[in-house]
């Protein structure tokens, strides 16, 4: 049939054939034909679609990802990547407010003061929120001497290169033997709602800052937020700076809008470990006992998870540098971990701490915590007979 119709009409007309196509039957065929060739073509548009919407589907998926696991807005010169923090486990966070020299933006102030520091705790299981603030007065030891905690900001900022953060974090990390797994720093002339805001507490108004935290607790959980979103985004773009990620911010305060008001607290150090003393013939500061704060931070910052898996854990100093494993077990005892044995290693030119784990665990709260204080991966070892440790730890250069 085709061929009789591709003929041209001389020979069709001396071709005979038992039948013959009428006008009407052959105009019926290039419509059929027509239709064919559509849904061939519809099918190949629909094929060029999907893959377009594959692909945009795939850039979209990993910009969210990068989006949601990158730091929400870092700060100059703190060099640290968000935590490994799943929302199930403690979270301390460095709480510190800015107070800026002039009205530029925020991202380009290098040289700063600091108005409040505090470290933050949040610990999901247990649905509780702690504020532990430490006064600016007190005396801090850097690795750049002994200073005031509110002139750590600035003396970070005089480090080549800059790291003001970094060096804040760090010094107070030190100072306190807890891990801090990130920081929120906020501008103290922030744009954020009025109803919203803490004041700044004096040493004498802690009661009043507990208040405020209450209040602003209460303010999270009411359903007015909703309209004060705009401005809550506008001054977290300009006036908040942090290390976590979109993702763990938006859980953090999702599940902060959860704690019970009775679950809040707000310490700060007791006076009876702090004796005042004068520096520079004109500088009033304030000298803690270690021994005493430590019993203070770790009835604030000791983790249930670590303190119910009772892991027996061995120090040992593999540097030359004295005191080094003793620094070490400090942090650990902060955290509740039972800390048998403090000693030097067999060996001691250890430049990387090693963190060798003879339990068998597979997932344990005490190594995860382990592995952030040292910042190195722990190694499983196999043991076939009993050992009083049940993980030892060789404080290598790297821990200072």
Known sequence: ??????????????????????????????KHQEKIRFKRLGKKLF??????????FLFLGYKSWKFLTKPLAQEQGSGLSPPRWNGKTQLNLLLFNINNQDDSDYHTISYSSMADVAVVTFNPAEGTLRFFVIPLEILVETEKGTYPAK??????????????????????????AVPLDGYISLRSNSRLPPSLKLRRAGKTQNSKLEGEVVDFHQQLKSPKIIFQIPQILQFAKADLKTNLSAGQSFRLLWQVRKVRF?????????????????????EDVLVVNEK???????????????????IKVSVKNGTKTPGLATKAARFLKNLGTGVIEIGNAETQ??????????????????????EDVFGVESERIEVFEARRADVEIVVGEDFQ
């Not at 030119?349 to 382990?370: A, M, N, W």
């Open 262 to 282: 009775d679950k809040l607290s707000v310490t700060a150090l007791p006076e009876h470990i702090l004796s005042s003393e004068r520096i520079n013939t004109d």
């Open 151 to 176: 002139k750590l900001f600035a003396l970070g900022a005089t480090l080549n290169p800059p790291a003001e953060t970094g060096f804040l974090i760090d010094s107070m990390q030190g100072f306190l």
């Open 47 to 56: 094929v060029v679609c999907g893959l377009w919407l594959v692909v945009a």
């Open 1 to 30: 049939m085709c061929y009789y119709i591709s003929m041209t009409r001389k020979k069709r007309s001396k071709l005979r054939l038992p039948f013959s196509l009428s006008p009407k039957k052959i105009k019926g065929w290039k």
């Open 292 to 310: 005493l704060l430590d019993e203070v931070i770790t009835e604030i910052f000791a983790e249930p998870g670590i303190i119910t898996e009772r």
């Open 349 to 370: 030119d250890c430049e990387k701490t090693q963190i060798l784990d003879y339990t068998g665990v597979p997932t344990s709260r005490t190594l995860q915590r382990l």
